[in-house]
């Protein structure tokens, strides 16, 4: 999933927190929730409920 967000364009860290299942994704610019969510998806996995 890692290699998969930090394909996204303006992606410079990708930080995984496997305790909490959080991922925190450092950009230069906003990025789109659903290039975020395809990146995910694309990886085997989904997003849990905000």
């Known amino acids: 999933m890692i290699e998969e967000l930090n394909e ?12 909490t299942a959080a991922v ?3 950009s230069a ?4 929730d659903t ?3 395809t990146a ?3 990886a085997g ?6």
């Open 45 to 50: 996995y989904q997003l849990a409920a905000q």
């Open 40 to 42: 995910i998806e694309e």
């Open 29 to 32: 610019e906003p990025a789109s």
């Open 8 to 19: 996204i364009a303006g992606v410079s860290d990708v930080a995984l927190d496997l305790g």
């Open 24 to 26: 925190t994704v450092t």
């Open 35 to 37: 290039n975020g969510r």
